[in-house]
């Protein structure tokens, strides 16, 4: 997640919400946040997380033009092993940077859980490990 995310991190466990993400545009001027709690994110949520992070960055240093600050939405990344846990039941979308036996590197299915450093998703009615260390990119699949 970056440098950033060590300063944002503290400041939103703190006040109750768990970071998913944090990305800075490439000049730095743009710093946008994610953040999520059990029962979802409010408007007045992402204001207050904002309000919270433009004094924690003054004291920091940091310098930046725009702070946005948002859920994940629908479509949510995983990132941390806590999330495979927590999201354990719901239909995932994973994308592997090197391609398994067979040739395939995405995967779509319903996520097992996580079980040491890896996760288990069932794929067309079968099981597949996957590594998290090897995995480009998780996703949530939203049930529209």
């Known amino acids: 997640m970056g440098a950033i995310a060590g300063i944002v991190e ?3 466990t703190g006040l109750g919400f768990d970071l998913v993400d944090t990305q800075v545009s490439g000049r730095g001027r743009t710093v946008r946040v994610f953040i999520d709690k059990a029962g979802g994110v409010s408007v007045d949520d992402c204001a207050e997380v904002s ?3 433009t004094r ?3 004291v920091e240093g940091i310098d930046f033009d725009r702070l946005e600050v948002s859920s ?3 479509d949510r990344p995983l990132r941390k092993p806590s ?3 927590r999201f354990a039941g719901h239909r995932v979308d994973v994308r592997m940077r090197v391609a ?3 040739g395939r590197r995405r995967f779509v299915g319903r996520l097992e859980g996580l ?3 890896a996760a288990t998703v069932i794929v067309d009615g079968r099981p597949v490990v996957l590594e998290l260390s090897g995995m480009e990119r998780a996703r949530l699949v939203p049930d529209l």
């Open 10 to 12: 503290p400041a939103v």
């Open 51 to 53: 309000r919270h992070l």
């Open 56 to 58: 924690v960055f003054a």
């Open 72 to 74: 994940p939405g629908l």
């Open 83 to 85: 999330d495979f846990d």
């Open 100 to 102: 398994d036996a067979s």
């Open 115 to 117: 079980d040491g450093g």
